[in-house]
């Protein structure tokens, strides 16, 4: 089995036909799923949330594919997936909405390997379990505070943290206001 | 006897016929008691070797295929029926069967990525990992049985010989010889080329694109355009055991 870092790598990933987008019909969706579930899979396991389709992404490439050609031919790219097939992988998963563009040229992209609604739901449980009901915290100390350790929180991306506490203030369940230091906002928990 | 003229001479000719006829049914009857013997004889003895060898018979593939050879020999089929004699003994009615829904159940798994088409080998393997802990083995003979068993209740399973491997074919489109001809070329280094097909077999660009674009309709190719040399690879996953792809497997 391959692994990247800690990470082990599913067959397909070896298979050199899977980094060129395929045209069959039924042989493409095959291919999105596949490449849907190893983008989540290794977001959330490595805790990356935004992906630059222009720059270098351990997961857009087999080196291992790549070294194999070299004793065949010279070519280089053989492992590597064009800037059309990362895209279609990843609007896949924004039409699911377990992503979203970032931009509108699509050149970043939001991998949320839980969906902003798992997101609040976290948080909600965050609060509960750590009694901070009527309580204020920053929002620097929710996703590196002592609370969060160990927890899915620990690390989170600030614009999904964000993002999922807009939508629990919009539900009424706490208040976001500015913080004392100019780039820190503060989080105000509802009874 | 002697022949006496008269209705009474005639009355003993008949009798004479009716004692001929008696002796060679008797006869006929013998013979076939004889062989019905025989037969029991052999069935008796495959059953107690059965009863026997029953372990050796579920859990060790290469003797369950020797102890199948055996009872063809005698014209016996285990797998005849699922009930009676020789299901219950051995219960490997039911082993087939289950072999068998496993077998449709894993083809139906992999054919978005193989179009229908494995190899026995990965399909094997596959199988193997699916019973992973119980008690009894699988071997390739154990999956061609079960295949056969279940072309017999029409299922629209085949098992294709090309070049060195054999082939399970779990969708209806057949393999025409060109076909046939390019997944054997394939098996070498798992893929084709369009310039190889026209220089191995000396095809014409457009045998070989016209043969490649149906193997790619039908999912049991897929296309690589990852090389500088901007040459097409067409790659045949049921030449492969894709499921298993380590970092240094072709």
Redesign the interface.
Known sequence: ??TLGNFKLP??????????L???R??R??QVQLWKELILDYCKTQKISVIGLEEEFPLFSNP??ESK?LFI????????LTHEAREAFLAALVSEGRAEWLDKGHRKCLILWHRIQDWADILLNFVKDNGLEDSVMTVEEIRSGPESRGTDLQGVDRIILMRALKLLEHKGKLAIFKGTSADDEGIKFSR | MRRRPGIGGLQTAAAARDQYRLLGENVAKIRTDLMKEQLATFRSQLEDFARKHKNDIRKNPAFRSQFHEMCAKVGVDPLASNKGFWAELLGIGDFYYEIGVQIVEICLAMR??N?GLINLQELCSLLRQKRKGLREAVSEDDCLRAISKLKVLGSGFEVISVGKKKLVRSVPTELNKDHNEIIELAQAQG?VTVDELERRLSWTSGRAIDALETL??E?FA????????GRR?Y?F?CV?S????????A
């Open positions: 089995m391959q067959p397909f990933f070896n298979y050199p036909p899977y980094f060129t395929q045209p069959v039924d042989t969706e095959k291992a594919i050609d031919n010279l070519c280089i790219s053989a492992g590597s | 978005a990525q179009g893929f790619l309709e999912g897929m296309i690589d355009d990852g090389h500088r040399d690879r790659w996953p492969s894709i499921s298993s792809l380590g970092g240094n497997d």
